[in-house]
């Protein structure tokens, strides 16, 4: 009899990674499913629950109907809701053409990426990166490529780096800010640099991804989409699964040059057919709703992040910096490769992380998948006092390495 094993999976799928975020949160989740007492730190996901005069549209978009499937670019009313939250929010100005909803904000990058890149296409990444980036970029037959900044640089890539790394093979830049791993924002004059450097490369695509853009503790959130040089040659992608709380919902959507936009259209007529019908219905009214929701979970998540570095920064070796938003602390603790408790030795961020989670009992992702294998990733999207109970568990566990 044969075994499913003989059966040979695709090339493609044999080379791609396995969402390390996702991986770590069902550990966590098979963990405690067996009785263990695990905090998970690990999915970037909200603790809140979707704010109720957004389910209440949902509700009322079922009963009204709204069951069927919808235009694959999204709901005309949805369209036009977006299209007025980035002259808000953004001042960046698109048509309704130029916008299209997706089953979250991965699948709108996934979107983009099949729509733009062939074989040996390049896209650099800047990196540390959200685990996704380089897998879908992969998947689109492109070649991701990284270009690195460490904590002495905020995590921050600078543009001599940039450019750098361009060559007549780079199609598209990528990075999100506020940045998932680190919560790094880029400010005004960072990215005006580096449209500089865009500027002497007129055929390169940016995307961007700001789905962290209402957990920004700046003053301002910049979309890069805004200057001139890069204004006709810039995706922005956004979503609704951080800001407003609906992880499960799967919405996210991007504003981009009609052509991009056609074509994502195009290739998501074929994948989903669009996103769920009702879930539009309230995504629209969540943008035009009253936002003091949204910015209730800001002011917890920055009171958070301060709570945690502080804690962080008692424990002897963990290197901080100080994240401008997002929900992620993403310390470098290469102090601790090299030492042992007596039975196991740390000798990379895949072992910290796992000697976290089983003396401990916390679980946080390994920087290695981000692209940052000094480093991991804490979610503090917890309650206070599991955030406190956490680091509390995590210095007695270090203490123990010598
Ligand atoms: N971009 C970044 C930087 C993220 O952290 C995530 C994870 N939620 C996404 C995109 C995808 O978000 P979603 O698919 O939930 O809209
Ligand atoms: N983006 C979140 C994270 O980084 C959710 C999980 C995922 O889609 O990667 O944890």
Redesign the pocket.
């Known amino acids: 009899m044969s075994s499913v094993s003989e059966f040979p999976l695709s090339q493609l799928i044999r080379n791609m990674q396995e969402s390390a975020?996702i991986k770590m949160a069902q550990v966590a989740r098979d963990l405690r499913a067996q009785g263990h007492d695990v905090i998970s730190l690990s999915v970037?996901?909200p603790d809140f629950d979707t704010p109720q005069h957004i389910k209440e549209a949902a509700k009322k978009a079922l009963d009204d109907g709204f069951t069927h499937y919808t235009p694959v670019p999204g709901l005309l009313e949805l369209r036009q809701a977006i299209v007025h939250k980035f002259k808000r929010d953004n001042n960046l100005e698109f048509e309704t053409s130029q916008i299209v909803v997706s089953?979250?904000?991965?699948?709108?990058?996934a979107n983009v990426c099949l729509s733009l890149l062939d074989d040996g296409d390049e896209v650099i990444i800047f990196t540390p990166y959200?685990v996704?980036y380089t897998e879908i970029v992969k998947m689109a037959r492109g070649v991701p490529v990284q270009i690195t900044a460490g904590i002495e640089q905020d995590y921050k890539v600078s543009a001599d780096q940039l450019s750098a790394a361009i060559n007549d093979k780079t199609k598209i830049v990528l990075f999100?800010s506020p940045?998932?791993p680190t919560g790094s924002v880029y400010q005004f004059d960072e990215l005006q640099a580096i449209v500089n450097v865009l500027a002497q490369h007129p055929n390169i695509i940016v995307v961007s991804?700001e789905?962290?853009e209402y957990i920004n503790f700046t003053d301002k959130h910049v979309s890069i989409g805004t200057f001139e040089v890069v204004k006709d040659r810039t995706v922005t992608?956004n979503?609704?699964?951080?800001g407003f709380a609906m992880?499960g919902w799967?919405?996210?959507y991007i504003g981009a040059p009609k052509w991009i936009a056609a074509a994502c259209s195009k290739v998501q007529g074929q994948f989903t057919s669009g996103a769920t019908c009702f879930g539009q219905k309230a995504a629209a009214y969540a943008l035009t709703a009253d936002q003091s929701a949204t910015a209730e979970m800001r002011a917890a998540f920055l009171r958070r992040r301060d709570l945690v570095i502080d804690l962080l920064n008692q424990i002897p070796g963990v290197k901080t910096n100080k994240p401008e938003g997002?929900f992620y602390i993403f310390p470098d603790i290469s102090n601790f490769f090299g030492k042992s408790d007596g039975n196991q030795t740390i000798e990379s961020a895949d072992d910290f992380s796992e000697f976290i989670l089983h003396h401990a009992h916390v679980a946080m992702v390994s920087g290695t998948p981000f692209g940052a294998p000094n480093c991991v990733r804490i979610s503090y999207a917890a309650a206070d006092e599991v955030l406190v109970e956490a680091m509390t568990r995590m210095k007695n566990a270090l203490a123990k390495l010598s």
Not at 103 to 109: D, L
Not at 239 to 242: E, L, N, P, R, T
């Open positions: 975020t970037g996901e089953n979250g904000a991965k699948q709108s990058i959200w996704s999100s940045c998932n991804d789905i962290y992608v979503g609704f699964s951080k992880t799967r919405l996210g997002a």
